[in-house]
């Protein structure tokens, strides 16, 4: 076990054996984002499987996404790769019309080296329709650094300050963009007019919450100038030199160093809004950037706290251990330490110390203002070994997924499904209270079984 | 390259997971890259496990990639060795894995020197084959395994139990209705006097697997798994198997008899080998086992009488689809056919490796036959056809929501809902009323959705009155009343609300059954 500390948070690696959602589950809640988008994840039957039962219902809706299902001849290269992926994506024009098509590659064209990246261009070109592609595998990430990859191949594609002012490259912008470059070269012109820097926020959320993270900035007199992903393809924001971007999920490393590498973005590196406290330290981080003295916040924060209070009197004093699977860790278990929880254990299946550094900064100071013990950060955990120190611990509450729930739950501990929080909505000051609704859920069912005797269930 | 939304059947590690799994005290590890353990949210979801599934995955990352995976799979099948003292590690090879192209089978020899417990690999090629069939093969491997283990240390048991028994080869996890099946099944054999020597391999160890050849026979309820088992217990040991699926109460009593045929003749055999002392119940001439079926089909099973009640008969004719893996679509489709009297548009699988099984099985019984594993064109058979109902799975029923048609789930895959609390076996005797359930259940819903499309729709139209009478200001005169009476119980609130409605749009204080016929037509209208 590796032992290495940051100042006083405590950081410890395992051995990386525990569950977690393979990352292209991330098409799930994409393809709904993205309205126009198709996304074809390019693997076996095994993602294929996957994503059939991970789904559920949606499966039967005609979703815009599809399995380009690798067969023997294709492993062995007897088939062409261009020319079947060429056949397939055909076929999707034909069929759905996208405005996008998002390759999601998986562990076996990692393996087999199939060159999505290289083939991508050629066929963009030749069937006239963006190819974006996004190496979403098990081998390299989890669960929701899906979202990541994609959104980091999807900011090379927003259009760029200079080049929309420079006439002269439109012509090479494709046909079918050429509606949105010319809506897009009207918003470069008033961006470069304008006398405060652009602000792009990234991060797929629901359009209501994406609405309601806008106003919570709009007034501080912020206007957010765009968001990554947008609703639709082509509406994707401008990025360029003097634009600052803010991250709103903590899974969103890759995307933030594209931003700033590739396109020069300022990021704004904050803690996420998650919580009342998360928010208030984000909006005011982006205030102190933007050199605007926030109004109010304050009590905006004390009186979303107050609304929560009969959750809150639920939770107080109770401990909780996240077993890690979905990179919401660190900023659920700050905001549940802020609520008077005690974390003993935050496993995370990846730590980026310098995107998440604000955050990790706020998570020690609220355990210093809460009198708390930091809690222990577990990255790439190992599932055996934290079930003997949950039942060692035996937590009030343990945050994980769906394979060690039931387990758990026959063996007297409580637990929430981890999953939950990925697709629920949690961000912002008047989302909070979804996020105990939540956390609570397991303590309320429990309360009206206490009579009952029933907390084992197993011999 | 195939453009795939959905498929029938699992990738064979799955398969090859849910024989090691059900199994007690065997692990199972993956060759895996993360997230492909997702087999055992499957288990605790659906199975709603209580117990953690004893499948961990050894994992394959970029580090794998680079140094190749021995150490990691030698030293984690080890650490499981010592962790939870299994009986068995089975290395699971999945489609990664495969293309990786190690040599998984010396990693495996490493480790079963380093180990107290057995180690072997799953021999299944994942190009090659899906879910069922993995599941059959791996079934097959363990098997035999543990039985050449038995004969190299003579521990192999071969006297044969003193009454008639048989081993149940084939109840696994994740499998439809496979538990109440079973106890359905033992039911049914302890009526018959046989004993249950080995259900293989839900709930068993692998420990007794040895014992396997004492049985007299074994049994296969569904061929998708155990076919290559009982296949290979009958060359090695001689053993015989039934592998009618007793669904439905033709087949059921079917499988009676081939159990009573296979009993009787052991039985003179063993007796003159003065094996056998005491004859059993079975073969005393005081046991007729076709005065049991008589019985049971007559009177236990409700499936017989129903068939001949006037309910069914109203089915007569009615067109369906029936899909689904072959054991159930075949037995279903004779089902419907032969005991109830329906007719069969369509009947198909996606077995595909087991298509011409199907093909003879459902010969004559249907107009057409479908093997496919491509679910539209399933979905567009049923467009064209318009059955009155579906039997399919759980896409199948999906199609059906979409098209308006009933459907009735009979086969994997499934949902949650197909893993009900209560007790549903669709074998045996029990078995045949659940399915008759099933199937007039399909039909009176399309019938009662019919109705109600006849008479105005459904309850979104405005509600005049939330009570279905007495507050009411109209008066029914008799023979309205009388007619009213006469209309079905569940549409009967439907049309008094459309016939009071019309009355009131037009001023009618006293409902004759004219005005109940003209507010019929300005419905319809």
Redesign the interface.
Known sequence: MNLHSTENLIFECET??Y??????SCVSWLYQKIEDSFFLV?G???C???L???L?VM??AE?RY???????S??SAQ?NDYK??K??CL??KQDRNPSVIVWIGT??T???KMDLEGMAPRLEAEIGIPIIVARA???????TQGEDTVLAAMAQRCPSITSLLNKKQIANVLPNLMLSSLKHQKMARELSKSEHPSLVLFGSLPGTIVTQLNLELQSQGISVSGWLPSQSYNDLPILGENVYVCGINPFLSRTATTLMRRRKCKLISAPFPIGPDGTRAWVEKICSVFGVVPQGLEQREMKIWETLEDYLSLIRGKSIFFMGDNLLEISLARFLIRCGMIVYEIGIPYMDKRFQSAELELLKKTCQQMNVPLPRIVEKPDN?YQ?QRIKELQPDITIT???????LE?RGITTKWSVEFTFAQIHGFSNSREILELITRPLRRNQNFDTLGLSK??K | MKLAYWMYAGPAHIGTLRVASSFKNVHAIMHAPLGDDYFNVMRSMLERSRDFTPVTASIVDRHVLAKGSGEKVVENITRKDKEDCPDLILLTPTCTSSILQEDLQNFVNRASTESQCDVILADVNHYRVNEIQAADRTLEQIIRFYLEKAVKTNQLKLDKTMKPSANILGMFTLGFHNTHDCRELKKLLTDLGISVNLIVPEGGSVTVLKNLTQAWFNIVPYREVGLMSAIYLENEFNMPYVSTTPMGIINTANFIREICQIVKSLAVNLSKKDEIHTLPVLTTENFDFESYIDQQTRFISQAAWFSRSIDCQNLTGKKTVVFGDATHAASMTKILVREMGLKVSCAGTYCKHDADWFREQVAGYTDQILITDDHTQVGDMIARIEPAAIFGTQMERHVGKRLDIPCGVISAPVHIQNFPLGYRPFLGYEGTNQIADLVYNSFTLGMEDHLLEIFGGHDTKEVITKALSNESDLTWNITALQELNKIPGFVRGKVKRNTEKFARQNNINVITLEVMYAAKEAVAA
Not at chain 1, 19 to 24: N, S
Not at chain 1, 66 to 72: G, R
Not at chain 1, 401 to 407: I, K, L, Q, R, W
């Open positions: 990386g054996n569950h977690t959602f393979c990352p292209i390019i076996t039957k095994t294929g499987y996957f059939q039962n991970a559920g499966i039967f979703p599809a399995m380009a299902e690798l067969e023997e294709d492993i088939l079947e992926l056949r397939l076929q999707i562990c076996t990692e393996i087999i595998n098990g081998l390299d990430y989890a669960f055996y079930i997924g769906m394979a060690h729930a039931n387990p026959a269930m197993v």
